[in-house]
């Protein structure tokens, strides 16, 4: 069975940084596309970034990118999402996702993916 795990939000002030951790079970991190997503009361659910665990590459929302960093540790099983100058706009709830297979159109369409964990909530007060 695929199991996602995310923990690491809380509360931050403007500014701030945080380390969010998804440790997945149940499958082959080298054959699985690992994605993060967030989600604001009100909004659909938006794609950050991802990371292939076949090769490593890795894609980010354009506005994102160099604030947010996506890694990984495959011999953990364990994905991180690494993020810095938090704003209150960034305020949501984060996910962790599993695809085995996308299209390079869409790896950060969340419909793309198949398993989610249960989500973290990140809250930036400002």
């Known amino acids: 069975e695929v199991q996602l795990v995310e923990s690491g939000g809380g509360l931050v002030q403007t500014g701030g940084s945080l380390r969010l951790s998804c440790v997945g079970s149940g499958f082959n991190f080298d054959d699985y596309a690992i994605g993060w997503f967030r989600q604001a009361p009100g909004k659909e659910r938006e794609g950050i970034s991802c990371?292939?665990?076949?090769?490593?590459?890795?894609y980010y929302t354009n506005y994102l990118k160099g604030r947010f960093t996506i890694s990984s540790d495959n011999a953990k099983n364990t994905i991180y999402l690494q993020m810095d100058r938090l704003n209150p706009e960034d305020t949501a709830v984060y996910y962790c996702a599993a695809t085995a297979s996308y299209h390079l159109d869409y790896v950060l369409d969340f419909r793309s993916y198949d398993y989610w964990g249960q989500g973290t909530q990140v809250t930036v007060s400002s």
């Open positions: 990371i292939s665990g076949i090769d490593g590459d890795t």
